[in-house]
Structure formats: C-alpha cells, structure tokens
C-alpha cells in the first residue's frame, strides 16, 4: 500500500469517528451528517433548511462538540444587530483608544440559528465572514481563524416573520441539506435515548482543531481528472441555458461542487474523484443556487427535477481519468 493509499485510509477512519460521534445524538440522518461533514472539510458553509424540530440546530451543536475547537452559536431575531455577528470597537478610556471587541463569528463553527428571522441589514453581515473568512470593522480587517464555518438553520419562507435570504447569500452556502422527518424506528430511538435527558451534554470532542486543519489539507490533494473538471463545468453550463431556470449555477458553484466532490472523495478513502461523487453531491450544492422560470415554476418544477433531467443530458466521462 503506498504512503498516500495509507493517508486517505487514515483520512476515511477520523471521517467515520466524527460521524459515529455525531450519531449519539442525531439518529437516522448518516447521510444528513456525512454531508455536513464533507461540507466543513471542503472548507464550506451549511444551510440546514427544514420545518422546526426535526433536529436541525441539535445537528449543528453535535458537529460542534464533536471537534475541540471554538464555536458560537446567534440567535437571529429581527432586532439583532450586525455589530453582534461582526464585533464592534469600543472606547476605552483607560488607554484613549478604541478596542475591538470580537463578535460571535470569530469562532472555528459558527452557528447562526434560524438565520431567516435577522433583517437583511444583518443577514449581510455574514457575506464578507463567508466569502473571505475576514471582518472589516472602522476600516480595519480582522482575519478569522481557520477551519471557519458558518452552520445557519432556517425554517421555510412560508412561515410568518422571515426574511428569504438573498441570493448573493445563498450562493456563498456550499451545500443546503434538509434534515427530513426520521423513520419510525429511528423516532422511537429517540424517544428512548432523549426521552429522559439530553444526550447533547455528555458528548465529548473526538478530533481536534489542528485535526481537522490537517484533513482540510490533505482534501485539497484529492486528484481530479481533467475530464471531470469539464463534466463539472458541462453541468454548470447546462443549468445556465436550459429554458426552465432563468439564474444558473455560478462559477461558485463549480467550484464548490469540485471542492466538496475532493472531501467526499477523500471520506471514502480515496485519493482520486469518480463521476459518482460529483452526480451524488450536484442537488446539495446547486440546487438552492438555481432560480425557476415563473412557468416553470407554474406547473410545479423542483430544482430538484431540473438537477435531476440535466444530469441525464450531460455526458459522463468514461475512458481515461488520468
């Protein structure tokens, strides 16, 4: 077995250990887990859409304390400030000078709970945190310390007193996963293992900071093939001319969807990407990027579907890889 064979073995045992971890507390959902975790090594952002309590922040908390590292949790609420997620900087009369006081956000996992109930002005305030893992506060720019990864739950639009998130904000979420309602066997081990305390409190962290930085880099030196790289890229062009969606994917997207196929490669143990690891990831992290046509939208079409037809169209590489 070679030394990189050996590495991505290695990398595939810490993968499983987190989701193991992860799934003392949230039954039922490996596969809700597994993408939030490929998200956090592919150096993403998850939204986590879905009606209230299905374990949406309970999800974000478990990835939290499962990695020994700084996190923050924000409540959104209308009256939240932008201050509160940037920091602020205040006089000290001591020393004559302003002091920047940090906010929430500089953390390792940022948890912004119910994100779509904060006014746009503050929802904003996460674009530069996300984008360019920086605050910039009175003209000075505060880097954040990485791994960094913002975590939002958001309950659907319909409900009374949210904002929808914009798309310029949207599309700097690497995946968006729902968590769904569990099966019955998994509901009923919930009611048994939550039915009398939480098991959120004894969860201890199975992997460190540095860790986690260290899968975060070996992910990057995942081998895409040229023809996957234009597969990506094929998909990308298809959402953008197909008569029913009026904004396709941006370039974004492409590189997120190659940045987020290397971590679930790198999960498997492997140190190469296969067309199936891009097919399996395309609704995650374009589908929430991609806006209907009103007709479209008329006769009831998903993006889902839209996904789902332009992944039969597009051609899959076969032959050489290399």
Same mark, same amino acid.
Not at 154 to 161: C, L
Not at 248 to 272: E, V
């Given at each position: 077995?070679?030394?990189?064979?050996?590495?991505?073995?290695?990398?595939?045992?810490?993968?499983?250990?987190?989701?193991?971890?992860?799934?003392?507390?949230?039954?039922?959902? &490996?596969?809700?887990?597994?993408?939030?975790?490929?998200?956090?090594?592919?150096?993403?952002?998850?939204?986590?859409?879905?009606?209230?309590?299905?374990? %949406?922040?309970?999800?974000?908390?478990?990835?939290?304390?499962?990695?020994?590292?700084?996190?923050?949790?924000?409540?959104?609420?209308? &009256?939240?400030?932008?201050?509160?997620?940037?920091?602020?900087?205040?006089?000290?009369?001591?020393?004559?000078?302003?002091?920047?006081?940090?906010?929430?956000?500089?953390?390792?996992?940022?948890?912004?709970?119910?994100?779509?109930?904060?006014?746009?002005?503050?929802?904003?305030?996460?674009?530069?945190?996300?984008?360019?893992?920086?605050?910039?506060? &009175?003209?000075?720019?505060?880097?954040?310390?990485?791994?960094?990864?913002?975590?939002?739950?958001?309950?659907?639009?319909?409900?009374?007193?949210?904002?929808?998130?914009?798309?310029?904000?949207?599309?700097?979420?690497?995946?968006?996963?729902?968590?769904?309602?569990?099966?019955?066997?998994?509901?009923?081990?919930?009611?048994?293992?939550?039915?009398?305390?939480?098991?959120?409190?004894?969860?201890?962290?199975?992997? $460190?900071?540095?860790?986690?930085?260290?899968?975060?880099?070996?992910?990057?030196?995942?081998?895409?093939?040229?023809?996957? %790289?234009?597969?990506?890229?094929?998909?990308?062009?298809?959402?953008?001319?197909?008569?029913?969606?009026?904004?396709?994917?941006?370039?974004?997207?492409?590189?997120?969807?190659? $940045?987020?196929?290397?971590?679930?490669?790198?999960?498997?143990?492997?140190?190469?990407?296969?067309?199936?690891?891009?097919?399996?990831?395309?609704?995650?992290?374009?589908?929430?990027?991609?806006?209907?046509?009103?007709?479209?939208?008329?006769?009831?079409?998903?993006?889902?579907?839209?996904?789902?037809?332009?992944?039969?169209?597009?051609?899959?590489?076969?032959?050489?890889?290399?």
């Amino acid at each position: 077995m070679s030394v990189a064979a050996q590495d991505f073995t290695g990398f595939g045992s810490a993968f499983d250990r987190i989701v193991e971890n992860v799934e003392r507390v949230i039954q039922g959902k &490996d596969e809700v887990i597994r993408l939030a975790l490929v998200t956090l090594l592919a150096e993403g952002h998850l939204l986590l859409e879905d009606v209230p309590g299905v374990g %949406k922040t309970m999800l974000a908390k478990a990835l939290a304390r499962s990695i020994d590292c700084s996190w923050s949790r924000v409540q959104f609420t209308p &009256d939240l400030l932008p201050t509160d997620i940037t920091g602020v900087s205040v006089f000290d009369r001591a020393t004559g000078r302003f002091e920047f006081k940090p906010g929430a956000v500089f953390a390792n996992i940022c948890l912004g709970d119910e994100v779509n109930r904060a006014s746009p002005k503050t929802q904003a305030a996460l674009l530069e945190c996300m984008e360019e893992r920086q605050v910039t506060v &009175d003209k000075v720019t505060h880097r954040l310390e990485e791994p960094f990864m913002v975590i939002a739950t958001q309950n659907p639009v319909e409900h009374e007193g949210t904002y929808p998130l914009p798309e310029s904000q949207l599309d700097r979420f690497m995946m968006r996963v729902s968590m769904g309602y569990p099966s019955r066997a998994s509901e009923l081990e919930i009611l048994d293992r939550h039915g009398g305390h939480g098991m959120l409190d004894t969860l201890e962290p199975v992997a $460190r900071g540095d860790d986690v930085r260290d899968l975060i880099a070996q992910a990057r030196q995942v081998h895409v093939a040229p023809s996957l %790289k234009r597969y990506i890229v094929d998909i990308a062009e298809a959402s953008r001319s197909h008569p029913d969606i009026h904004l396709g994917a941006s370039p974004r997207a492409s590189l997120y969807l190659l $940045r987020a196929s290397r971590a679930l490669a790198a999960s498997r143990a492997r140190d190469y990407v296969i067309p199936d690891d891009i097919k399996e990831l395309v609704i995650p992290v374009l589908a929430h990027r991609i806006l209907i046509a009103p007709d479209a939208q008329m006769r009831g079409v998903t993006s889902e579907d839209l996904l789902i037809e332009l992944l039969e169209r597009v051609s899959i590489p076969v032959g050489q890889t290399a």
